[in-house]
């Protein structure tokens, strides 16, 4: 009898397993359907950003024209600031500065970073919930969580338009549960109207791509010895910063959904643990054998000091 029971409770678990899997990967199949749709349709969305430090307007259009992508986001109150796209160009406009351009595949600053993620990557670490349907913007809509398995990020909810897939909601959430941004749609136009509006930055003279220095092999006498899961290096360098002697070292890492980086600088003071958190952002400092360590990124504070903690120095020899 209970070779019988621990049959039917392995298989059931097995089923279990399977059905979760399976839900798994619709969600993450449908949330990749909306990073394809964000950079493939017609579409303009006048949204709000919402914040600690306030609520802000905005328009965003893009278009695919002659396979070309071309988009606009436009700062809707106070001074005029516009960002351009045109192929693989992006455009800055800023009252009081020299517009400029530099190379991308999409204006970072028009929707949220989970838009433009790869989902089949971030499936490795992050589990996609489905959690029913309801109405933004007078539209039907999926919703979904975006959360790691490891409890060490932020998390994400999506609501994402059912027929178009284009993101009408996107809350990032603390590890409380408290909303810490919000985007949200107050209107969607999708079609070739939106395209003849944009027609004309075919012909718009942009301004030079800035060329930026090609990355050094630099060699860091220091490593982290922890990571949240599926976080790797994309990037280091060391720089002279203005009145500082010593040079600063950095280490940049990246999920491929959030993103953070730890600094490495002499210090000049005794000065103990000390973090700062305004929105997504957090500021973890800590002095340790006559160096500064400050993390900056995309992480709570408490995974900022876990990682802050893990440093470790390459003794160097005499």
């Not at 909306?34 to 328009?59: C, D, H, T, V």
């Not at 990355?215 to 949240?228: D, H, I, Q, R, Y």
Request: one cysteine or more; a neutral charge.
């Amino acid at each position: 009898m209970k070779q019988i029971w621990l049959s039917v409770c392995l298989l059931t678990g097995s089923l279990l397993h399977s059905n979760i899997a399976s839900a798994q990967s619709a969600s993450g199949a449908i949330l990749q359907q909306m990073s394809s749709a964000s950079r493939s349709l017609n579409y303009e969305l006048a949204y709000i950003s919402i914040s600690k430090q306030g609520i802000e307007s905005f328009r965003y259009r893009h278009v695919v024209i002659e396979k070309q992508p071309l988009g606009q986001l436009l700062h809707m109150d106070g001074p005029r600031r516009e960002v351009l796209q045109r192929g693989g160009g992006i455009s800055y406009f800023e009252p009081g500065l020299e517009p400029f351009t530099l190379s991308g595949d999409h204006i970072v600053d028009a929707l949220p970073s989970i838009v433009f993620a790869d989902f089949d990557h971030l499936a490795k670490y992050y589990d996609f919930i489905s959690v029913g349907r309801t109405r933004i913007s007078d539209r039907p809509c999926d919703v979904f969580r975006v959360v790691a398995r490891d409890g060490s990020r932020y998390s994400y909810v999506v609501w994402m338009d059912t027929e178009t897939k284009l993101p009408l909601r996107v809350d990032l959430l603390d590890r409380d549960g408290e909303t810490l941004e919000q985007y949200r749609v107050i209107s969607v136009v999708v079609g070739d109207e939106v395209k003849n509006v944009m027609q004309g930055l075919l012909q718009v003279n942009l301004p030079p791509l800035l060329t930026l220095p090609a990355a050094e092999n630099v060699k860091l006498n220091w490593t982290t010895s922890w990571l949240p899961a599926g976080v790797n290096e994309v990037a280091r360098n060391r720089r002279k910063l203005p009145n500082v002697a010593e040079p600063v070292e950095s280490r940049l890492f990246s999920d491929g959904l959030f993103s953070f980086s730890v600094n490495i600088s002499p210090s000049g003071s005794n000065t103990g643990q000390q973090f700062y958190r305004q929105g997504r952002r957090t500021i973890q400092t800590e002095i340790r054998n006559g160096n500064e360590i400050t993390v900056v990124g995309e992480i709570p504070p408490a995974t900022a000091k876990r990682i802050a903690d893990s440093i470790s120095f390459k003794v160097t020899p005499q």
